[in-house]
């Protein structure tokens, strides 16, 4: 039988009119082969829903059960336009607060609330949000390759595509590279044989960018991802390696457990440096803004509790001369990207917009989901996200557990210790 909801659930105070929640529920799916999780708000207005994301596709489990089966019965019967009170409900409720699965959860109840409050007002979100301060968000794309040859050629066809800006990744010997195809080793003699060498990677690195500036028109912006690999040293040591190719930024230079020590590596970088896609609280990225660390903070929006305090963070750059570089890779689902994107188009702190091109059976699931267009990005301009969900197409993709675990197994120095995947 279903409990019955305690009388401390009750709305708390009188509203303007009689619209309540009346279901909430998580939805996974993963129609390119990555899970997404998605939170489905009903309302007792017949139509109105609200869809918010909640993906965190490494414990997409865990998400789910944490909206159904914690969250869900503290939101049912209260107003929905109380999007504050109820995202703080959902994070003090638990005691302990904060970690990915959690913001997670709430990012899903947030954005999710965003949307009914959009449809409501007949707004797209990024009204909600004061109305737009520029016209489209540009973005950057991956390139890669085995070879530099091969990345560079890879690149060439995006900017033929319209991008701007371009990230480079290269293989590097072991199973412990990232972003680009794995090779095979060139350490058969060590501990560990698909190792991978931070000292080779420092040495190497430097040689694709400047085959970059050789090959690609001049005007292209270039960025690298590091994967949070290096001590502080040799993070400057790369920056400083790096300064003659003019970097758009260098991304994730240091693990989350020395970003105390990011301050004196911006100081010594003559790159500018994005941090923060690891952010799990709204804490840890205002601390990196506010401490001088980032030049662009790059939280995950879902990871850090939703639309509600990325907004907030946004302002915070603004004040602090930090732009924003929403993290935005397929593991955003395209109710996630189109908060980035409301975001975007609403905040003089925009920096630049991770992108990614969703496939045929996402834009089958997600009706609406945005399109890039010659590297840009536009809000859509119907009420909410202007996002919907088919439920039978959802169900026919079904999420399987994440590869990243069995990846993060392997990637290992020579001498065979665990490294930062």
Not at 72 to 85: M, S
Not at 144 to 156: D, M, P, V
Request: include cysteine.
């Amino acid at each position: 039988m279903p409990q019955e909801t305690p009388a401390t659930f009750a709305q708390p105070w009188p509203v303007r009119d009689d619209v309540r929640i009346r279901a909430v529920k998580a939805i996974v799916t993963a129609p390119q082969g990555i899970p997404l999780v998605v939170v489905r708000i009903d309302t007792t207005e017949p139509g109105l829903y609200g869809l918010g994301c909640a993906t965190f596709t490494q414990r997409w489990k865990a998400v789910q059960t944490f909206v159904d089966e914690h969250l869900a019965r503290l939101l049912v019967g209260r107003y929905p336009g109380d999007i504050g009170d109820l995202t703080r409900l959902a994070g003090f409720s638990g005691y302990w607060r904060g970690g990915p699965v959690t913001n997670n959860a709430i990012s899903g109840i947030d954005q999710a609330l965003w949307d009914i409050a959009g449809k409501r007002a007949g707004m797209p979100v990024y009204e909600l949000l004061g109305g737009k301060v520029r016209a489209a968000a540009d973005t950057y794309i991956h390139a890669s390759g085995i070879t530099i040859e091969q990345c560079l050629e890879h690149a060439k066809e995006l900017v033929a595509q319209g991008w701007r800006h371009i990230r480079l990744q290269v293989s590097t010997p072991g199973g412990g590279g990232y972003g680009a195809p794995r090779l095979a080793t060139l350490y058969p003699d060590s501990p560990y044989h698909n190792g991978w060498s931070a000292r080779d990677y420092l040495r190497t690195t430097p040689d694709l960018f400047a085959a970059a500036r050789q090959s690609l028109p001049d005007n292209i912006e270039l960025l690298h991802d590091t994967h949070s690999r290096l001590t502080p040293k040799e993070a400057v040591l790369l920056a400083r390696a790096l300064e003659p190719y003019r970097l758009f930024f260098l991304e994730d230079v240091l693990a989350p457990e020395h970003w105390d020590r990011l301050p004196e590596v911006r100081a010594a970088s003559p790159v500018p440096l994005a941090v923060g896609e690891l952010t799990t609280s709204m804490g840890d990225a205002v601390r990196l803004v506010r401490d001088g660390g980032v030049d662009f903070i790059r939280s995950h929006v879902s990871d850090i509790g939703g639309l509600t305090p990325a907004r907030k963070l946004a302002d915070l750059a603004e004040l602090c001369g930090v732009k924003t570089a929403w993290h935005g890779p397929g593991d955003t689902s395209p109710i996630g990207a189109a908060a980035n994107v409301a975001l975007d188009v609403s905040s003089v702190a925009f920096g630049i917009q991770e992108g990614h091109l969703y496939n045929d059976a996402t834009h089958e699931v997600f009706p609406g989901t945005l399109r890039i267009k010659d590297g840009w990005l536009t809000p859509n301009e119907a009420p909410g996200w202007g996002i919907e969900i088919d439920e039978a197409a959802a169900a026919r993709y079904p999420a399987q557990l994440s590869g990243h675990d069995e990846w993060a197994a392997g990637v290992r120095r020579i001498d065979g210790a665990l490294e930062a995947p």
